[in-house]
C-alpha cells in the first residue's frame, strides 16, 4: 500500500544510523494517547504501529478490525511523517514500545532480541501462504513475521502516448532510454522514476542479471553491468527525459493520472485509481532487461505484521496477531483488495480474490509470479542507504559509477562482517 511518509523499498523511509532522542521525543509527545489503558476490554491493553497509508479508508480499516477484537484493548498509532521507521525504532527503546508493529522482515531484528518468534502461529496454515513470503522471514530456521500484503511495483504507461510516438513498450533497458526521449515534449516527460530515482535501484541490479547478495551473503550488485546501467539512467537523467520534483513521489499516481509523464514505476496498489482516471488507456510492463542474460524485474514490496518480543503482554500481543493475520481470512482480504490493489499472501485468498483475475491486474498478478523479487532479511537498513547514496551520486551528480559503488562496498561490507563474521 502506498504511504506518503515512505520514499523507497514498497513505500519506506529508511532508518537513518543515528537513531537519537529527537525521534523518541516526538513519540513521548503524543502524550497520554499510547493505548496503555483506559479502554473498554478485557483489562489488558496493546498497541499496534502502522505507517501512515495513502490510501482512503486504510486508517478506518485497521481500528475496526481492532475494535472487533474482544480479549484486549488495542490502541492504534497511525504514524504520520516522513520517518515511520525512525520513529518506530526510537520508540522500541522507550517504556512505550508497542506490542505489535508493522515493519519488513530484517535481520537485525531478529539478532537484537527485538521481534518474538511466531512459527508456532503460522506453523498450521505455513502451506497455504506465499512460500517466498516464508522464505524472506524465515531466519536461523524460524519463522518472525507475517505477511500481510505483497505490493508488486513496476511500470505503468500510457498507451496512446506510446501509439503516437510509434513504439512498443520497453523490453530492454536501452529502449527505455530511448522511449524516454521520444516521449518527452514541451508539456509531457518521458518516464518519472521517483523524486530521488532510489526505488529503481534494485530492479536495475536484477534486471542484469545480478542481486544484492549472494546465498552466501556476500556482495553481489557490484558488476560492469550494474555501472553501465546506472549510466544510462544517468543518460536520461542528464538529457533532461526524466520527471523530476513531482508534487507527488513515485508511490502516488498522479503523476501519470495528470499527464505529468508517460511512464511511472508505481505500485499495485494504485492500479485502481489509475484505471479510474485512465480507463483503458493504461498497460504495465516490468523494469526491462539491463543486460545480456539479464531478465526483467518486478519489486515484490509489502507490510508484515512483528510481536515486540520486549512486550508486556508478549503472549497476548500473539494471540491478537494470529487472531487478525491467521484466522481472520475476511479481515485479510478486505485489507488487501478493499484500499487499492494487493495481492494476498494468502494462497487460498490470492486463488480467490476475483478483483484480480481479469484485465489489468491479473496482468500485474503475472508479472508478479514471474518476474519477482521478495525481501532479503540480510539485507539491511544501512545497506539500503549505501545503494541509495549510489543513485544520488551517478545518475543525479554525475559521479563514476564504479568510485561509487566501492563506496557502498565499504559499508555493506561492515554491514555483512557485523551480521556474520
Known sequence: MSASSNSNRDRRSVLRAALGLTAAGSLAACGGNNGRGGGSGSGTSLVQYFHAYGEAGTEQAVKRYAKAYDKADVSTQWITGTNFESKLFSALLTDNAPDVFEFHPQIQLVKSGQVADLTELIEPVRDDFNQ???????IDGKVWGIRMIDDPQFFYYRKSLLADAGIEPPATLDELVEAAARLTTDKVKGVFLGNSVTPVMNPLIWSTGANTLTEDNEIAYHTPAVAEGLTKLRSMFKDGHLLLDAPADWWDPSALTQGLVAMQWCGMWAMPVIQEALGDDVGIIPFPASADGGKPAVVNGGWSMFVNAKSTHLDEAKEYVKWLWIDQKEHQEDWALSYGFHIPPRTSLAESADKLKTG????????????????????TQAMIVALEGVVADTVRKGGNPEAALDKADRTVGRELKKLFG
Open 132 to 138: 517466498a513470503d516464508i522464505a524472506s522471514h524465515t
Open 360 to 379: 489489468l491486474a491479473a496482468e500485474g498478478v503475472r508479472l508478479f509470479n514471474e518476474f519477482g523479487h521478495f525481501d532479503n532479511p540480510a539485507w
